[in-house]
C-alpha cells in the first residue's frame, strides 16, 4: 500500500485480557520495527524484523509481549494479561533494507482500565 | 546506552517568529541524527537527518548541525508558521539492531497566527 497501516486505531481492554495488533507495511520494505509511545514519553523501541532473519526482540519489555512476522508482509503485536501500565500508543515503522528514512504508521492507542 | 535529551515543551510562538529546539544526546561511535515530526493526528514523518560531524540535515524550512563537539543537533527555523505546530522529536541510530532509533521525549510547538 501506500503506506504503514496499522489496525485498529484504538482499543480498549479489560486489565488481564490478551490483546493483538496488526501493521501492514509498505509492500517492499524488508524492515519493521515497533516501538511504544508512553503519554508525554519518547519513543521506545520494542522488536525488529528483517526478512526472514531472526528477529530482534532486546526491547520487548517482558515475557507477555511478542510479536509475529511472516516474511516480509503483516506483522502482529501480541500483548498477553494486559496490566494498566501497558497503556500507550504502539507504533510501527518500515524501510528498505538500508534502514534509514523509516516510514510509520498512525498508531494503534491503547488504553487498559 | 544511547540518550537523546531534547527541551520539555510546549514551546509557544507567534507566526514568523524564530524556532529553537536543542536536542543533545549521548552515544558511542559516531551516529547519524534524526528529527522527526508528527502533526496532528498524523504519523511520524522524517523531516531531516545527518550522517557524520558538521553535516548541516535541511527540508522545508528547517536546518539542523551535526556538532559532535557538543554532542547537539538543535533544530532550527527562521520564520516558524501555522502549520508548523506538531511534535518534534530527536532521534539516533548508531546503526545497532537494522538502525534502530533512539528518540528523545518530543517537544510540543504550537504557533500562533
Known amino acids: 500500500g501506500a503506506g504503514v497501516s496499522q489496525s485498529p486505531s484504538n482499543k480498549v481492554t479489560e486489565k488481564g485480557k490478551d490483546v493483538e495488533l496488526r501493521c501492514d507495511p509498505i509492500s517492499g520494505h524488508t524492515a519493521l520495527y515497533w516501538y511504544r509511545q508512553r503519554l508525554g514519553q519518547g519513543l521506545e523501541f520494542l522488536i525488529y524484523?528483517?526478512?526472514?532473519?531472526?528477529?530482534?526482540k532486546s526491547g520487548l519489555p517482558s515475557d507477555r509481549f511478542s510479536a509475529e512476522r511472516t516474511g516480509e508482509s503483516v506483522s502482529t503485536l501480541t500483548i498477553q494479561r494486559t496490566q494498566q501500565e501497558d497503556s500507550a500508543v504502539y507504533l510501527c515503522?518500515?524501510?528498505?533494507?538500508?534502514?534509514?528514512?523509516?516510514?510509520f504508521g498512525s498508531g494503534t492507542r491503547l488504553t487498559v482500565v | 546506552g544511547n540518550s537523546v535529551t531534547q527541551m520539555e515543551g510546549p514551546v509557544t510562538l507567534s507566526e514568523e517568529a524564530f524556532l529553537t529546539i536543542n536536542c543533545t544526546y549521548t552515544a558511542t561511535g559516531y551516529p547519524s541524527l534524526f528529527w522527526y515530526v508528527q502533526y496532528p493526528g498524523e504519523g511520524l514523518q522524517l523531516l531531516l537527518k545527518?550522517?557524520?560531524?558538521?553535516d548541516k540535515g535541511s527540508n522545508k524550512g528547517f536546518e539542523a548541525t551535526y556538532r559532535k563537539e557538543t554532542t547537539s543537533f538543535h533544530l532550527e527555523k527562521g520564520s516558524v508558521q501555522v502549520s508548523d505546530s506538531a511534535v518534534y522529536f530527536c532521534a539516533l541510530s548508531d546503526g545497532n539492531a537494522g538502525n534502530m532509533l533512539t528518540f528523545g521525549g518530543g517537544t510540543r510547538l504550537m504557533v500562533k497566527p
Open positions: 515503522a518500515s524501510s528498505l533494507e538500508e534502514g534509514y528514512g523509516y516510514t
Open positions: 524484523f528483517q526478512g526472514n532473519s531472526a528477529p530482534d
Open positions: 545527518a550522517t557524520k560531524a558538521d
